[in-house]
C-alpha cells in the first residue's frame, strides 16, 4: 500500500478569516487539491474558530464523499464546548469522518507541538476514543517520536497513530536528520507491534519528504498543510499537490 497524502487546508481558512468574507473559499481550494490528486482532506477545527470553524465541514464531507476519498479531522477531544464550537465529539457527530486524529492542544497553541504520553490515567481518553470509533471513524493519535508506552496507545482502542514530524523537519533543514530521521522509524516499528498503523505530519514538505518515506516506506498518511500552502504560493496549488505526489510516487518505487 502506498503512502496517502491528506492535504491540510487550515491556512486557506486563516486567509479568509484574516480579512472576513468567504474568500478564499476553504471547498473550492479543497477541490482544486482533489483534482490534483489530493486522497484526502485534513482540518483542524479550533475552539477559537481562527482557521477552519464548524461551518466548513459539512462541504468538506461533501467533496471528500464525491472523490470517494477520506475526510481527517483534528482535534483536542476535551477542549470544553463554547460559543461557535460544539466540541470535537459533535462536529464529528455531524459529518462522520473517516478519521479522527486526537490531539492534546490546549487552546492557547499556535500549532500542535506535542502528542499523549500514555503515562497516568488514560481512562478519560479511552473513553473519548470509544466514542469517536463508535461513530465509525478510524481514532488516531497524535504522539512524539520519542513516545514510549505505545502498547497502552494500543489498548485504548485506537487504530493508528500520527508522529509528529517537527523535530525531523528542523533537523533535515538544519542539514543533520539522521537522529531525529532514526526516532521516527523507531517509533513506527514499535508502533506496527503492537498493531497500530502509522500515520505522520507536522512541517513535512517536498523538500524533507522523501527521505522520511524511504525511510519508513509503510507510513499509511502524511497530512501536509503548512508548507504545501507555502509552496503553492509560488507555484500554483494543483502543480504543488501533484509533486506531492510524485515524491511520494518516487519513494514507493526506490
Do not use: W
Request: charged content about 20%; glycine content about 10%; overall charge negative.
Amino acid at each position: 500500500m502506498s503512502t496517502r497524502l491528506s492535504v491540510n487546508v487550515n491556512k486557506i481558512a486563516v486567509l479568509r478569516n484574516s480579512r472576513g468574507g468567504r474568500e478564499p473559499d476553504v471547498a473550492t481550494a479543497a477541490l482544486a487539491c482533489l483534482r490534483a490528486g489530493a486522497q484526502g482532506i485534513t482540518v483542524h477545527p479550533r475552539p477559537d474558530r481562527r482557521h477552519i470553524v464548524a461551518e466548513d465541514l459539512p462541504p468538506l464531507a461533501e467533496l471528500a464523499a464525491r472523490f470517494d476519498v477520506e475526510l481527517n479531522i483534528e482535534g483536542n477531544p476535551f477542549a470544553p464546548p463554547r460559543a461557535g464550537y460544539p466540541g470535537l465529539l459533535a462536529l464529528c457527530e455531524r459529518v462522520r469522518p473517516a478519521q479522527v486524529t486526537l490531539v492534546p492542544d490546549g487552546d492557547g497553541q499556535v500549532t500542535s507541538d506535542h502528542g499523549f504520553d500514555f503515562e497516568g490515567d488514560l481512562a478519560p481518553l479511552a473513553a473519548q476514543v470509544g466514542a469517536f470509533a463508535a461513530l465509525g471513524s478510524r481514532v488516531s493519535l497524535f504522539v512524539d517520536a520519542s513516545a514510549t508506552s505505545l502498547e497502552r496507545a494500543a489498548a485504548l482502542g485506537a487504530h493508528r497513530i500520527e508522529i509528529y514530524t517537527g523535530p525531523y523537519a528542523e533537523a533535515f533543514a538544519a542539514g543533520d536528520a539522521g537522529p531525529a530521521l532514526a526516532t521516527c522509524v523507531e517509533t513506527a516499528r514499535r508502533a506496527q507491534s503492537v498493531g497500530l498503523g502509522v500515520n505522520a505530519g507536522h512541517d513535512l514538505s517536498q523538500a524533507n519528504l522523501g527521505a522520511f518515506l524511504a525511510a519508513i516506506p509503510e507510513v499509511l498518511e502524511v497530512s501536509i498543510g503548512h508548507a504545501l500552502i507555502g509552496e503553492a504560493l509560488y507555484d500554483g496549488l494543483e502543480a504543488t499537490v501533484r509533486g506531492y505526489r510524485e515524491v511520494i510516487g518516487r519513494a514507493r518505487c526506490a
